[in-house]
């Protein structure tokens, strides 16, 4: 059996911006959590940052918008499944 290829920290970045694209196309999700999935999106793809900031500002927009009563649940664990992506980016 084969175990998984390590990701690299761009690389897991690239694929965190993959899963935020799926919020911000999603038109059933309310467009102050699509905006803040993009300004989010625009901080992980960020490379004049380090991996760490890029992924903790990231982290940062991404909570304050975790509470919002309007948000749907399926995106709600959308959010969280990115937010702990990005906390091994982070953690690297």
Known sequence: M???KKMTPEE???HIAMML???INDTTVPRNIRAAAEKAKE???NKDEEYIVR???AIQILDDISDDPNMPLHTRTQIWSI????ETVKNE
């Open 43 to 45: 901080s992980v793809l």
């Open 21 to 23: 694209d799926e919020i």
């Open 2 to 4: 084969f175990a998984p």
């Open 12 to 14: 897991k970045l690239q």
């Open 55 to 57: 992924s903790a500002t």
């Open 83 to 86: 937010v702990s992506e990005l």
